[in-house]
């Protein structure tokens, strides 16, 4: 049986203050929680403030990148010991928008991947089609390529242990979600390609979340469907009330 996780991706947003002031609210609202697993990934500056808010509580936190390197000459970028030393247990990596936008390709969401496993953090490595891909049929093709890629080198017992995000880049903020059916198909695949990968055990060990669009409202049908283990959520992550409700949801679904 795999625990819920419910994941809050904020991007590029919030300031200390801002952050500090959601976990004021979140924490008492989801105190009571004990069967789902709620992580939050802040960005690097409010990282520090946001585990120290969240340590009588149960909620975890994570980077939203790291650099392969331990440390040294790599002008703006952070490695996993000191997102470790900041207080994250895990860390998302090779977000669409990070492919996407500053050029990440599957070999360096493996040494990423890698980095961070070394340095004792839960990687959350995101795959995922685009529409073009989608519409031309290649969407299996394209996360059987991407898992490969990006969990070169990584052991059974390794995939066991971390997260993978199926997140389909056309429904990413865009208000457009995978029909339940969609992220099913998708999410099966992917254990299938971990289980060739890895072996049935890490397979089904491992857990996958939906990421795109995830609202209170779809929360309880994507989270309901067996091979979907929990939420990366997005703009809905940035509001306590409305992130609450989505661990809600998906508790209900793994009911
Ligand atoms: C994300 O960026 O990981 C994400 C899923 O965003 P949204 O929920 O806003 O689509």
Same mark, same amino acid.
């Given at each position: 049986m795999r625990t819920p996780l419910l994941a809050a991706n904020w991007k590029m947003h919030k300031? $200390?203050?801002?952050? &500090?002031?959601?976990?004021?609210?979140f924490a008492p609202r989801v105190a009571a929680v004990t069967d789902a697993d709620i992580v939050l990934a802040p960005p690097f500056t409010a990282l520090a403030a946001v585990a120290d808010a969240c340590r009588n509580s149960r909620v975890a936190v994570a980077g939203q990148n790291l650099h392969w390197a331990s440390q040294g000459a790599f002008t703006?970028?952070?490695?996993?010991?000191?997102?470790?030393?900041?207080?994250?247990?895990?860390?998302?990596?090779?977000?669409?928008?990070?492919?996407?936008?500053?050029?990440?390709?599957?070999? $360096?969401?493996?040494?990423?991947?890698?980095?961070?496993?070394?340095?004792?953090?839960?990687?959350?490595v995101c795959v995922g089609e685009t529409l073009d891909q989608r519409e031309a049929g290649e969407t299996l093709t394209v996360l059987g390529r991407?898992?490969?890629?990006?969990?070169?080198? $990584?052991?059974?017992?390794?995939?066991?242990?971390? $997260? &993978?995000?199926?997140?389909?880049?056309?429904?990413?903020?865009?208000?457009?979600?995978?029909?339940?059916?969609?992220?099913?198909?998708?999410?099966?695949?992917?254990?299938?390609?971990?289980?060739?990968?890895?072996?049935?055990?890490?397979?089904?060990?491992?857990?996958?979340?939906?990421?795109?669009?995830?609202?209170?409202?779809?929360?309880?049908?994507?989270?309901?469907?067996?091979?979907v283990d929990g939420a990366l959520v997005g703009g809905a992550s940035l509001d306590p009330g409305s992130f609450a409700e989505i661990v809600d949801a998906a508790r209900r679904a793994a009911l």
């Open positions: 300031t $200390v203050p801002d952050a &500090v002031g959601f976990v004021t609210a703006g970028e952070i490695g996993a010991g000191m997102l470790v030393d900041a207080g994250a247990t895990h860390v998302i990596l090779g977000h669409s928008e990070r492919r996407q936008l500053f050029g990440e390709d599957d070999a $360096v969401v493996a040494r990423k991947t890698r980095a961070a496993i070394d340095a004792g953090l839960t990687p959350i991407q898992l490969e890629g990006s969990l070169a080198g $990584v052991t059974p017992a390794e995939i066991a242990a971390l $997260v &993978v995000a199926y997140e389909p880049v056309w429904a990413i903020g865009t208000g457009r979600t995978a029909t339940p059916d969609q992220a099913q198909d998708a999410h099966a695949h992917i254990r299938r390609r971990l289980a060739e990968i890895g072996g049935d055990e890490a397979a089904d060990r491992c857990r996958l979340l939906y990421g795109g669009s995830v609202k209170p409202a779809n929360a309880e049908a994507i989270g309901g469907q067996t091979d």
